[in-house]
């Protein structure tokens, strides 16, 4: 038959290759439903439509197939394919009746496709086979013409060939010269670039292994005089440290004496502060004495008088014995922090000459001697409660010289 658009069109329609793999489906859907009486009746079922289908479109003539029928055929078939895959993936035989709804579809579809059925349409078949054959033959002698006009053409091409290969054979000649020229050119080149790098290569190694000598002799001197002058440092570093603590302990006692002085110099300004008061109080006291008293004598004796004056000449007294125990309180103050002052200023000179043991050890009773100490401790018990009765005996002195009337 004539290979026409419409011919192409029927044989390479997409309906072939669903057939295909409708066979291959059905095939491995068997081999699932061997033991299952309805899928085994179903399958048969598909089985006889698509036998049924093949040998329809063997029968017609392709030509006079409408494209809406391969399509809707091409359709039922696809479905058919995609039911009998779901059933070998999951086994529910609800597949198979899906599968043979597209079945019927398809049963649908090929009353549609032109099937011989009468004598008429069989007598068509032989005509169009007949003219079929004419064509051909004169489709085939059209052929051995152009066969003969392409075999004389093909002469004058082996003769041109010929010709073209025996000058491709002169050129060849000529380049595998040119090419053994150019490789033996190359050949030297590259022995002489590989005997120029071989000595480029022994002579950076002389070079690098004398630079690497003298690198080694210049580290070696280098390490050497860098450990002598490290150890130079280090010992510089330790003198500097003993150095650093003493002039860290001097500076500490120094710091302490120090304090002590202030506290000295503080106790003093006060010491003779409270002279001064204790002074001005028995100046005034004499003073009183001497203007109040005396003509008291003169004029006689009277309580209220008396009273009066016993007032002013007790605050005088009592004024003058808190200023006197003051003034000796802060005497002992300053001696006390002169005498430290001075221990720890002479301190060092004499734990210089001692061993470090003797040293930590003075240093330990200093310790426990300055610091933590109560000052009525350093200063006595009794200081106190002696210049408390200062006051009291100054006072018990006035009363005695009075005059008894």
Request: charged fraction near 30%.
């Amino acid at each position: 038959m004539a290979s026409t658009p419409w011919v192409q069109r029927f044989q390479n329609h997409s309906l072939h290759q669903s057939l295909e793999q409708f066979a291959a489906a059905i095939k491995q859907a068997e081999s699932l439903a061997k033991k299952d009486k309805d899928a085994v009746v179903a399958l048969e079922r598909l089985r006889q439509i698509d036998q049924r289908l093949r040998r329809l479109l063997k029968s017609v003539d392709p030509g006079l197939v409408p494209l809406d029928t391969l399509n809707n055929l091409q359709a039922n078939v696809a479905r058919q394919v995609g039911e009998l895959n779901n059933y070998v993936s999951n086994g529910n035989t609800a597949h198979l009746s899906g599968a043979n709804d597209g079945a019927d579809g398809v049963l649908m579809t090929v009353v549609a496709l032109p099937v011989p059925k009468v004598p008429a349409d069989v007598k068509e078949l032989e005509e169009a086979s007949v003219s079929l054959s004419k064509s051909v033959a004169e489709y085939i002698e059209s052929l051995s013409q152009k066969a003969e006009e392409a075999r004389t053409k093909l002469d004058g091409l082996d003769t041109r060939t010929e010709e073209t290969s025996a000058e491709i054979t002169g050129q060849k000649g000529r380049l595998d010269s040119a090419i053994a020229q150019y490789q033996q050119q190359f050949s030297e080149a590259e022995s002489r670039r590989r005997e120029e790098a071989e000595k480029a290569e022994k002579d950076r190694e002389q070079r690098f292994a004398a630079g690497e000598e003298k690198r080694n002799v210049e580290f070696s001197g280098s390490a050497t005089k860098l450990g002598a002058d490290a150890k130079g440092v280090v010992e510089e570093l330790q003198n500097y440290k003993s150095q650093a603590e003493k002039l860290v302990s001097v500076i500490g006692n120094t710091g302490m004496a120090g304090g002590y002085q202030r506290v000295a110099d503080k106790a003093r300004r006060a010491s003779i502060i409270w002279h001064v008061v204790a002074f001005l109080s028995l100046a005034g006291l004499i003073s009183f004495a001497l203007f109040e008293f005396l003509p008291a004598l003169k004029l006689g004796f009277t309580w209220e008088l008396f009273a009066a004056r016993l007032l002013v000449t007790t605050a005088f007294v009592l004024l003058f014995g808190y200023a006197a125990r003051e003034a000796e309180r802060q005497q002992r103050e300053e001696q006390r922090n002169r005498r430290m002052e001075l221990e720890l200023a002479s301190i060092d000179p004499y734990l210089a000459l001692l061993p470090d043991d003797k040293r930590v050890e003075v240093k330990r009773i200093m310790a426990e001697r300055f610091f933590g100490q109560n000052t009525h401790t350093l200063n006595g018990v009794g200081s106190d409660k002696e210049s408390a009765a200062l006051p009291l005996d100054i006072l018990k002195l006035v009363l005695e010289q009075l005059p008894k009337k």
